[in-house]
């Protein structure tokens, strides 16, 4: 069971720009706990994408960025292109537990 | 390179028990935490739990504790998770992941790298 919500769903057309947002309670993001996102290509295991609220691992295009503002934080994709279609999930920390979000599907238009 | 790589995945009655380990390499096992995760089809990522680097610790999803086991050697740098009274809704991939180091406390650690999973199928 889910305690991040995620939007279902997100599209954009090639070069646009999208946004994903993350809502948690204040008992992991705004207890201020670092948000993290992976993302998840067809077929493929997760793969970090954003760490600690908004730093890219190295080999992530800058297209991608993340921040955090108070129970929530989001996930921006800028010029959108195909092989961005995948699910996103966001996660943090909780009580001695970790948890994900829903999930977000981003297709490409 | 860093690495982990799940086995021990299968096809298991209701209510049997089924023993999933991980083998880590590449990087100092003893320094990091690990976590199984799972992702039943077609469904989202759902947190199984986790062992502290020298084992002290270890953490649950309610929806497996009392049933799940998580365990490490790291003399051999292996992860396990003993999986007892399995359900049908345990059917999923389960990953291995390994806990990240973050400079600010193990409450901000992220997960990478991922294995590329193990699927496990709890029916009758």
């Known amino acids: 069971q889910s305690v991040l919500t995620q939007p279902p769903s997100v599209s954009g057309a090639p070069g646009q720009r999208v946004t994903i947002s993350c809502a948690g309670s204040?008992?992991?993001?705004?207890?201020?706990?670092?948000v993290h996102w992976y993302q998840q290509l067809p077929g493929t295991a997760p793969k970090v994408l954003i760490f600690?609220?908004?730093n890219r691992p190295s080999g992530v295009p800058d297209r991608f960025s993340g921040s955090k503002s108070g129970t929530s934080a989001s996930l921006a994709i800028t010029g959108l292109q195909a092989e961005d279609e995948a699910d996103y999930y966001c996660q943090s920390y909780d009580n001695n537990l970790r948890v994900f979000g829903t999930g977000t599907k981003v297709t490409v238009l | 390179q860093v690495q982990v790589v799940e086995s021990g995945g299968g096809v298991v009655q209701p209510g049997r028990s089924l023993r999933l380990s991980c083998t880590a390499s590449?990087?100092?096992?003893?320094?990091?935490?690990m976590h199984w995760v799972r992702q039943a089809p077609g469904k989202g990522l759902e947190w199984v739990a986790i062992i502290w680097s020298d084992g002290s610790k270890k953490y649950y999803a309610e929806s497996v504790k009392g049933r799940f086991t998580i365990s490490r050697d790291n003399s051999k740098n292996m992860l396990y998770l003993q999986m007892d009274s399995l359900r049908a809704e345990d059917t999923a991939v389960y990953y291995c992941?390994?806990?990240?180091?973050?400079?600010?406390?193990?409450?901000?650690?992220?997960?990478?790298?991922w294995g590329q999973g193990t699927l496990v199928t709890v029916s009758s």
């Open positions: 204040s008992s992991n993001i705004g207890a201020g706990y670092d």
């Open positions: 600690g609220n908004n």
């Open positions: 992941v390994r806990d990240s180091i973050a400079p600010r406390g193990f409450w901000h650690n992220w997960f990478a790298p």
């Open positions: 590449g990087f100092t096992f003893t320094r990091h935490g």
